[in-house]
């Protein structure tokens, strides 16, 4: 049974800082893609962080200098440091690992909420 389970959500001031953690069970974790999504309300979920195999990584222009996803294969963990946070960042972070040959194999966390707020 796969299990995504993240972790490291809250409330935090703008300016502030965050690290959520996605760790997997029942899969072989180094074959996986990991990324973050978020979701505020009424808007689409969004990618937020990718990262590789490899550990290539892509930010879109929204957090680009500000996130940074790692991944430790050894724990079958990823991780998104969160920096800067602005009151815009507020939002449901979904962690999800695609499996890098067969893309239905594709899972997602509980979600964990971030809210940036003085």
């Known amino acids: 049974q796969v299990q995504l389970v993240e972790s490291g959500g809250g409330l935090v001031q703008p300016g502030g800082s965050l690290k959520l953690s996605c760790a997997a069970s029942g899969i072989n974790f180094s074959a996986y893609l990991g990324a973050w999504y978020r979701q505020a309300p009424g808007n689409e979920r969004e990618l937020v962080a990718s990262i590789g195999a490899g550990g290539t990584t892509t930010y879109p222009n929204s957090v680009k200098g500000r996130f940074t996803v790692s991944r430790d294969n050894a724990k079958n963990t990823v991780y998104l440091q969160m920096n800067s946070l602005k009151p815009e960042d507020t939002a449901v972070y979904y962690c999800?690992?695609?499996?890098?040959?067969?893309?239905?194999?594709?899972?997602w966390g509980q979600g964990t909420q971030v809210t940036v707020s003085s």
């Open positions: 999800n690992v695609v499996h890098l040959v067969f893309k239905g194999r594709s899972y």
